[in-house]
């Protein structure tokens, strides 16, 4: 176990004020003792964000897989690392050891390596959630490749725009997936995409669902006979503090995804203290995080935070509706499970099912209640603590991003508990600011603002793979010598931080963060639209739903099938996780003399609240807003 604990509110006072004094000697002193190191750092932290350049630990050597695994298997080997619970509840859960992953890693990056992967080459893995993703992620990181996990429920196009962008060599994937009563065609997805993919010199194909699979001859392999004849021992790479652990891809407000990239050893150490101190995981704890490892939240709160300290860590590869809503409930009982992080769409789906769903089930076991993602209503906060956690489990409210690596805001159990709708204090080391319209930052409390970060913090990504120009424009130029996280935020009298959503064009739907510019692009492709604006308006559910106003070439264009056709082609360029549920086709969007459409009135006019639009007077075209409202959905 880690030695890192805070222990109550002065405590996490006095860490808190070190980590500000002296963000060196405390960061310092944290990776020293709780970590495995083949060499020590020369410096723990260097920084310039005008250059948006940071690195931490800079001179240091290690492996991260030595420091999941290798470090527990002497008192933990025969502890779960990874609780399995497959999609049908009929097939056995499977526990896999300490002693157990070691073997497994080891031979998986034994088989990497036999097919030519190196140090700082991209790997891809397209997994649903079963033990090889976990295992394939701790492959790469054992022989130094840098893994790009993208999420299975995304499409053929979008697949293979993530394996060129950062040029993958190798793409792990299965024969299908299971979801639910659904079975879904991984390989055939990735068949599509290796047509627009040069770079990619071999596949590996798990057997999950025993579907029928194509396999192209001395590209193809399964991957069981390969892992039957590997050895169960491979030599962790020795790797630099700052070399890239991984990249992965997360939408922004303009086209091509960003590959985020994030290090080695500061994301090692920031994932490993936040997870101890914010789940308060203890030696008996069966934690269980229910995201999918596509996303950052499973890279870090399943596969690596929970790892580095030596946890059991619960991969559920189903949904919560199958068999039924109760499916979630019941694993909990099932494992005892004492840790539960979620998404607040999750938590309003089920909530929605009724209480009948949740009772025959003994949640006793439950501890500390999660939730990540989107900003939390106040009615499923409630929900959630009265039902799920029966007012005795404190709520983590955990406000993060991909870009951040690791928890940023969030209540401390043993230090202070949360409020609804809160994300509360900062984490230690994390120097939060609000900014004004003048870019000025606004000191003091009942205040709200642009949310920026004025220091570094060690799992911060690094730069997006190809582009560092495009890293120190979208996150260090809004203002000056601050990260921007793209989220409005509100400080109240207590200093306690509410986080208010995107002020971006970023709309999260079921927790998923879609950039608009990407699903206009899709819908532009059709031959009959001329042009397209996405906003997003409020869903009982999902948090946020997809509105797209949309115009034709020729309004006698209007057909039928013409909505089914637009979200198709959303599904085939980025998933089905981006469809519009509305549709209104009209004669105009409002645009600005300058030609940009305004989507503030779109918003306005999507989310029903039209009494006070503004000036409209300097549009160029004022006189389509009203027919845009009159046919409004
Ligand atoms: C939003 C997920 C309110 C926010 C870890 C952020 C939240 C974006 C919360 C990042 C929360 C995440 N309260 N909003 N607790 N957690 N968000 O990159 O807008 O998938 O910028 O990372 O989700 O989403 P991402």
């Known amino acids: 176990m880690i030695k890192f604990e805070i222990k109550g509110l002065e405590d996490y006072q006095n860490n808190y004020s070190k980590s500000v004094q002296n963000p060196e000697a405390f960061w310092g002193a944290i990776a020293k003792e709780n970590f495995t190191w083949k060499r020590p750092w020369s410096k723990v932290l260097d920084w310039d964000f005008s250059s948006a350049k940071v690195s931490w630990f800079q001179g240091s050597e290690l492996n991260i897989t030595e420091n999941c695994i290798d470090r527990h298997l002497e008192n933990k080997g025969n502890k779960t690392a990874i609780l399995f619970e497959p999609n049908n509840p009929i097939e056995p859960s499977e526990a896999i050891t300490y002693n157990d992953l070691y073997k497994r890693v080891n031979r998986f990056a034994n088989v990497l390596k036999s097919k030519g992967i190196q140090k700082g080459d991209r790997v891809c893995i397209y997994l649903p959630m079963i033990p090889e993703l976990a295992i394939s992620v701790l492959a790469c990181a054992r022989i130094g490749a840098i893994h790009s996990v993208v999420f299975a429920g995304f499409s053929a196009s979008a697949l293979s725009s993530r394996i060129n962008d950062c040029d993958c060599k190798m793409i792990i994937t299965s024969d299908g997936g299971f979801r639910g009563s659904k079975n879904i065609d991984l390989k055939s997805i990735v068949d599509t995409a290796l047509l627009d993919c040069n770079g990619i010199e071999s596949v590996l194909v798990v057997k999950r669902t025993n579907s029928e699979v194509s396999m192209v001859s001395g590209r193809d392999f399964w991957l069981q006979p390969l892992l039957d004849a590997a050895s169960e021992v491979c030599e962790a790479t020795v790797m630099k503090a700052e070399d890239p652990l991984f990249i992965l891809y997360t939408s922004g407000s303009t086209g091509q995804p960003k590959g985020m990239v994030h290090s080695t050893a500061g994301y090692m150490v920031y994932t490993a203290y936040t997870f101890k101190n914010i789940f308060q995981y203890e030696a008996e704890d069966v934690y269980w995080c229910t995201a999918d490892i596509g996303w950052i939240t499973g890279h ?21 509706s199958y068999p039924d809503y109760g499916r979630f409930w019941s694993i909990v009982e099932t494992h005892k499970v ?30 500390i209640l999660g939730t990540v993602g989107e900003p939390i209503n106040e009615e499923a906060w409630h929900w959630y603590n009265n039902h799920i956690g029966k007012h005795k489990c404190p709520i983590v409210d955990t406000w993060w991003q991909t870009e951040t690596g690791g928890i940023m805001i969030s209540p401390i159990p043993n230090s202070f508990e949360g409020k609804p709708t809160f994300a509360t204090l900062p984490f230690i080391g994390i120097q939060p600011a609000l900014m004004d319209e003048n870019g000025q930052e606004i000191e003091g409390n009942s205040v709200e603002g642009r949310l920026c970060v004025k220091f570094p913090w060690p799992s911060m990504a690094r730069t997006i793979w190809g582009n560092h120009q495009r890293y120190k424009e979208t996150y260090f130029s809004a203002y000056d010598q601050k990260y921007f996280t793209g989220d409005g935020a509100l400080r109240d009298e207590n200093g306690h931080y509410r986080i208010t959503g995107r002020v971006d064009d970023v709309i999260i739907v079921s927790g998923h963060n879609l950039g608009t510019a990407p699903i206009e692009d899709a819908i532009n492709e059709h031959i009959n639209i001329a042009e397209s604006a996405i906003v997003g308006y409020p869903h009982d559910i999902k948090g946020s739903a997809l509105y797209g106003f949309i115009t034709l070439k020729n309004p006698q264009d209007l057909s039928d099938s013409l909505k089914t056709e637009i979200n198709q082609l959303i ?23 300058s030609g940009k459409i305004m989507r503030r009135i779109l918003r306005k006019i999507a989310c029903k609240d039209t009494s006070n639009l503004g000036d409209i007077s300097t549009l160029l075209n004022p006189e389509v807003v009203e027919a845009i409202i009159k046919n409004s959905i």
């Open 300 to 320: 870090s709160y399943i596969v690596y935070g929970p790892l580095l300290n030596g946890a059991t860590t619960l991969m559920f590869e189903g949904v919560p």
């Open 338 to 367: 004492t840790q539960f992080y979620t998404a607040p769409t999750a938590i309003r789906a089920l909530a929605k099912e009724g209480l009948e769903v949740v009772k025959p089930y003994d949640l006793s076991s439950l501890k």
């Open 571 to 593: 599904s085939k360029h980025i998933g089905p996780i981006a469809k519009l549920d509305k549709i209104q086709f009209t004669l105009g969007l409002p645009k600005t003399r």
